[in-house]
């Protein structure tokens, strides 16, 4: 039998801008088929892709800088004040760049910086992208990403060493599973604080996870390890929000069907 048990949501995070830093959240407010808010609110442009401000859709992530190819991005440590649209770029508590998303001036100055030290791997003049309400996920589906922490303990006993968390840029995190359980729940619906979210996808993992993302070393081969050990590369799944509500860090999260 299935172990129902509820789970606990350990931590929330958004990536304001693709392949750039995790913001860790306290809370937030999920919309019904809306992914989780400010959530690759941003993009940076690897070459021109026609993504249209005023149409925004869905592009593969081989149009932007991302971690998959450009793992120079985790060397850089980066906040955004979303009250201002500031974002900052340091690298050991030195400012290497900063610029407000919301103006030319900032755009540009954000620009200039990834034209400066991504020359090597750029298609063409990079461009801060955003359109609205987009998010520039992985995948076409308004969803947002879940990963049980005991599945990374299990990651961690095939690779004999600690792989964290933030590798895999989910949007939540959950203790309390047994390793793997998620994959039970696919199509099936989660009651976490005030939300419902039908699980809707096993994530397959590409090479953006083989990247530490405190040090940018590309020093591990985890969609290999996993289909070595368990015949698949998943690790993870989409979600979609079915009911609307805030979630907080230290909800309980768990089937609907137990409440």
């Known amino acids: 039998m299935r172990d129902t048990s509820p789970a606990r949501l350990s931590r929330i995070y958004r990536y304001p801008v693709k392949g750039l830093s995790a913001e860790p959240l306290e809370k937030t407010s999920l919309q019904v088929g809306e992914p989780l808010p400010g959530d ?58 900063e610029g407000r998303l919301e103006t030319i001036e900032g755009r540009e100055t954000i620009e200039r910086f990834f034209a400066a030290h991504c020359a090597d791997e750029l298609r063409g003049a990079p461009k801060v992208l955003s359109g609205g309400g987009h998010s520039f996920s992985d995948v076409a589906r308004k969803v947002l990403s879940i990963i049980n922490l005991e599945s990374l303990k299990a990651i961690e006993a095939m690779v004999g060493q600690p792989v964290h968390p933030l590798r895999f840029r989910a949007n939540l995190y959950v203790e309390g599973w047994p390793a793997w359980q998620e994959f039970d729940f696919l199509d099936q619906t989660l009651k976490v604080g005030d939300c419902r979210l039908k699980v809707v996808k096993r994530i397959v993992r590409c090479a953006a996870v083989n990247v530490d993302p405190e040090t940018g070393a590309r020093d591990l081969n985890l969609p290999h390890t996993l289909m070595q050990k368990l015949g698949h590369s998943d690790c993870g799944v989409y979600a979609e929000v079915i009911s609307a509500g805030t979630v907080r860090v230290g909800d309980t999260i768990a089937p609907a069907e137990v409440f």
């Open 40 to 97: 690759r609110h941003y993009a940076i442009e690897n070459g021109a892709s026609g993504f249209e401000a005023s149409a925004p859709r869905y592009f593969p992530k081989s149009y932007f800088l991302m971690l998959m190819r450009n793992e120079r991005l985790a060397t850089w440590q980066t906040h955004f004040d979303e009250a201002t649209g500031l974002l900052t770029i340091r690298r050991g508590g030195e400012v290497l760049a």
